[in-house]
């Protein structure tokens, strides 16, 4: 059941997500990244493109860097989604 408690949490725990360096470092380069190649390409690339960025930079981190994490690639999954739409909204 949703409560206002509930929402309470919820916000707090994603308002602390989003304050953290590293995650907003996520957004914004994988935001990037589809907005500019969805403009030299196609948006479906520019959105795999990132994707594997994505992924690609956590696989390191998990071999030779601070570990793999789940948040970060949360954080470029919002970024991509953030890029996409701001390319389509310069086509429309």
Do not use: P
Not at 26 to 47: Q, R
């Amino acid at each position: 059941m949703l409560t206002a408690n509930s929402l309470r949490h919820c916000y707090a725990a994603v308002s602390h997500f989003l304050r953290q360096e590293d995650k907003q470092q996520h957004l914004a380069i994988s935001g990037l990244i589809v907005f500019f190649l969805a403009v030299i390409w196609s948006i479906g690339i520019a959105i795999a493109v990132a994707g594997v960025v994505g992924v690609a930079k956590e696989i390191w981190d998990h071999f030779y860097g601070s570990g793999f994490s789940v948040g970060d690639l949360i954080a470029d999954a919002v970024g991509i989604l953030g890029g996409g739409l701001a390319a389509c909204s310069l086509v429309m």
